[in-house]
Each structure stands twice: as structure tokens, then as C-alpha cells.
């Protein structure tokens, strides 16, 4: 699931610049991190055999690295960077890094990272369930675009 998030950001960050070394960098970074979901799916469906673990608890266990965006990681990398001496606070500079980091993604790059999801899960991309949740989930992030820029305001 890192993977996922990474390659897609690295994809939406590239296809974003007009910056002709930035675009190559993160198309370069981006390619490097889908090599390395293809690489973890092909031992996790080695994996797969030895252990029986179904869809749901794939689809949990998916749903809980995707939440984890959202942790301290990346709250506190963007604190880090950018602080100008105030105390740490989690929730504002986890707003403050999601606004900038969600402005780029685009429906193609949700597209993608869902069927990365799905794949992982066992589910078939492309398929109505697909185009359901596609749809939820770019619904859901031009809402959260919209709520993080409305609180910047
Ligand atoms: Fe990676």
C-alpha cells in the first residue's frame, strides 16, 4: 500500500510541473515505486498460497496502511521542514502537508491507485464494483480538497 501512495503522489507531482527536471525525477521515482509494488505482489501472491487470508480482511488491512497517511509521518516530515520555530502540532501540519500534497492528484492518478488497491485485494479492476468505488473515491478526495483549502482560507 506505501507503494501505492508513493508511486501515485510521485505520478501526480511529475504530471503536475512544467519544471522539465522535476517532471523527470518524479516520473523516474514513480516508475521505481510501482517496480516495487509489482515486486511485493508477486510475493504476495506466493504468499497467498501458504496463508489463506480473503478479500475482506486484504480490503482491511489496505484500508488501515491508507489511513495511516495520515499519521505522524508526514505531519512531522512537513513540520520539519517547514516550521518557523512554533511548537509541533499534528492536526494543523497534517492539514497543512495534505492540502499541498492532495492539489496535485487528478482522476487518472485515483484511477490507478485504486486498481493497485484492488489488485492487492483480490479484487478485479475494471469491473462495476471497480467503477463504484472510483467514483466514491475521487468524490472523496475532491471533497477533502475542497475542506483542507476551505480551512487555509
Ligand atoms: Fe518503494
Same mark, same amino acid.
Given at each position: 500500500m506505501v507503494e501505492v501512495g508513493t508511486s501515485s503522489? $510521485?505520478?501526480?507531482?511529475g504530471d503536475a510541473t512544467e519544471e522539465p527536471a522535476l517532471k523527470a525525477i518524479c516520473r523516474f521515482i514513480a +516508475? @521505481?515505486?510501482?517496480?516495487?509494488?509489482k515486486l511485493f505482489y508477486t510475493h504476495l501472491k506466493r504468499l497467498l498460497e501458504? @496463508?489463506?487470508i480473503g478479500t475482506v480482511r486484504r480490503l482491511r488491512l489496505a484500508l488501515g496502511r491508507i489511513m495511516e497517511t495520515e499519521d505522524d509521518e508526514l %505531519? $512531522? %516530515?512537513?513540520? %520539519?521542514?517547514?516550521?518557523? +520555530?512554533? /511548537?509541533y502540532d499534528r492536526e494543523r501540519?497534517?492539514?497543512? &502537508?495534505?492540502?499541498? %500534497? &492532495?492539489?496535485y492528484y487528478r482522476d487518472p492518478h485515483v484511477e490507478k491507485a485504486l486498481a493497485m488497491i484492488f489488485k492487492a485485494c483480490g479484487l478485479? /479492476?475494471?469491473? /462495476?464494483?471497480?467503477q463504484a468505488t472510483n467514483y466514491g473515491a475521487k468524490w472523496l478526495l475532491a471533497k477533502r480538497q475542497r475542506n483542507l483549502a476551505k480551512l487555509a482560507a
Amino acid at each position: 500500500m506505501v507503494e501505492v501512495g508513493t508511486s501515485s503522489y $510521485y505520478r501526480a507531482l511529475g504530471d503536475a510541473t512544467e519544471e522539465p527536471a522535476l517532471k523527470a525525477i518524479c516520473r523516474f521515482i514513480a +516508475g @521505481d515505486e510501482l517496480r516495487h509494488y509489482k515486486l511485493f505482489y508477486t510475493h504476495l501472491k506466493r504468499l497467498l498460497e501458504q @496463508d489463506n487470508i480473503g478479500t475482506v480482511r486484504r480490503l482491511r488491512l489496505a484500508l488501515g496502511r491508507i489511513m495511516e497517511t495520515e499519521d505522524d509521518e508526514l %505531519a $512531522y %516530515a512537513f513540520y %520539519a521542514a517547514n516550521n518557523q +520555530g512554533e /511548537p509541533y502540532d499534528r492536526e494543523r501540519n497534517t492539514r497543512a &502537508y495534505m492540502r499541498r %500534497a &492532495y492539489q496535485y492528484y487528478r482522476d487518472p492518478h485515483v484511477e490507478k491507485a485504486l486498481a493497485m488497491i484492488f489488485k492487492a485485494c483480490g479484487l478485479k /479492476p475494471h469491473s /462495476p464494483l471497480f467503477q463504484a468505488t472510483n467514483y466514491g473515491a475521487k468524490w472523496l478526495l475532491a471533497k477533502r480538497q475542497r475542506n483542507l483549502a476551505k480551512l487555509a482560507a
